[in-house]
Each structure stands twice: as C-alpha cells, then as structure tokens.
C-alpha cells in the first residue's frame, strides 16, 4: 500500500514561493505516474502538474493556470517528488495534494497525500 505524506505548505505574500514535498512510502515509485492536485475552498480539485517516467527522462504536465510558475520535480532514490512554486498569487491558495498513478497511465491517481495547505495573501 502506498502512502504519501506532503509539507511545505504555508502563507506567502503575492509574489513570493514556496516548495511542497511529497514523501512516499509502501512502493518505489520510480514507474508511477506522479501528480499534485489543488483543491480551493467550494471548489473541485483541479489538476495542477504531473511526471512521468519515458525510460530514459521525465515527462512533465502542467495546468495552464501554473505554467512557467511551477515546476515538477522527483527524487526516485528518495522516492520524494516536489513542487516549486514560485510568482505565487492569491488565486493559488488551496490544499495542495500529491497523488500517485501505479497503472502509469496517468488518468487512475489510487494513492492520495493528507493535502497541506497553501495561503497566498495579496
């Protein structure tokens, strides 16, 4: 069974960063499709960026809303990924959850974090 336990979660000024982790435990998730999710107040979780191992590299995925703002990373040896998220804005506040796909395919997230949650105040 996987599990996956975020930090760095916090509250920033507009305009400020914050790097989120994601620790794994249970799996190497090396194969795994991995995600981070954000879920605002009164909102549905939206997808915000992903990796995927190709063999040779990885694959990123980002939202529109968070591209050239966040970016993705991954420590397979760790089995740790992050999100830096730097230029942050008010609109990004929400709880950040991480996600993990073992089918790879990167649409079946089965293993979800606890969520940490991000304010950005203007």
């Known amino acids: 069974q996987v599990q996956l336990l975020e930090s760095g979660g916090g509250s920033v000024q507009d305009g400020g960063s914050l790097r989120l982790s994601c620790a794994a435990s249970g799996a190497t998730l090396t194969h795994y499709v991995l995600g981070w999710f954000r879920q605002a107040p009164g909102k549905e979780r939206k997808f915000v960026a992903a990796?995927?191992?190709?063999?040779?590299?990885?694959?990123?995925y980002y939202s529109d809303s968070v591209k050239g703002r966040f970016t993705i990373s991954r420590d397979s040896a760790e089995n740790m990924m992050y999100l830096q998220m730097n230029n942050l804005k008010p609109e990004d506040t929400a709880v950040y959850y991480c996600a993990a796909d073992a089918s790879g395919g990167g649409t079946e997230f089965d293993f979800w974090g606890q969520g940490t949650q991000v304010t950005v105040s203007s």
């Open positions: 990796i995927s191992w190709t063999g040779t590299d990885d694959d990123r």
